[in-house]
Antibody, heavy 123, light 110 residues
């Protein structure tokens, strides 16, 4: 059974940093691209970042480029999101998702989602 | 990176069919066959319902179907059931190797 479990969310002050983690199980982690998708309270979904299975291809939404960094550790079957220079508008539930296909290197479709971890940026 | 356009809400009675539209541009929906649809119930993570425009993941009811014409994709739900009441989001791969989501559509089953 495929499972994605996020951790690392919490309350942080504007300008602060936070690192999210996502541990995958039940599938060949290194074969799949992975993504972070966020959802602000009461709002819609927003794609944040993607990383290919090999880690060679990385993409970011303009809203986080230069502030966030995605990475992965295949040995630990884990995905990470380092978030720096956090702003109030980064407040959201952050979901870790798995790409449905092993063919594409960018985000196209997410077939498994974690339960999400809440990040609150407030003074 | 503008969001795709969806109606804010749609409604239908049990047994009826409804269609939710998702409009983009030549750089996203119109340029690629990587349109997906997600269902999200309150307090839950989204669930993939349609991928690659019209394919259904294993376990998703065949009452859900997807299509695309030009820059607009559509999700049709036939034989509407109370459990279908949820928020629905479309997404599309875009030319800058990014992923765009629609603003979401709240489906109400009357």
């Amino acid at each position: 059974e495929v499972q994605l479990v996020e951790s690392g969310g919490g309350l942080v002050k504007p300008g602060g940093s936070l690192r999210l983690s996502c541990e995958g199980s039940g599938f060949a982690f290194s074969s799949y691209g992975m993504n972070w998708v966020r959802q602000a309270p009461g709002k819609g979904l927003e794609w944040v970042s993607s990383i290919s299975g090999s880690g060679s291809y990385i993409y970011y939404a303009d809203s986080v480029k230069g502030r966030f960094a995605i990475s992965r550790d295949s040995a630990k079957k884990s995905l990470y999101l380092q978030m720096n220079s956090l702003r109030a508008e980064d407040t959201a539930v952050y979901y870790c998702t798995r790409e449905k296909t092993t063919i594409t290197v960018a985000a196209t479709s997410a077939d498994f989602w974690g339960q999400g971890t809440l990040v609150t940026v407030s003074s | 990176q503008s969001a795709l356009t969806q109606p804010a809400s749609v409604s239908g009675s049990p047994g009826q069919s409804i269609t939710i539209s998702c409009t983009g541009t030549n750089s996203d929906i119109g340029g690629y066959d990587y349109v997906s649809w997600y269902q999200q119930h309150p307090g839950k993570a989204p669930k993939l319902m349609i991928y690659d425009v019209s394919d259904r993941p294993s376990g998703v009811s065949d009452r859900f179907s997807g299509s695309k014409s030009g820059n607009t994709a559509s999700l049709t739900i036939s034989g509407l059931q109370a459990e279908d009441e949820a928020d629905y989001y479309c997404s599309s791969y875009a030319s800058s190797s990014t992923l765009l989501f629609g603003g979401g559509t709240k489906l109400t089953v009357l």
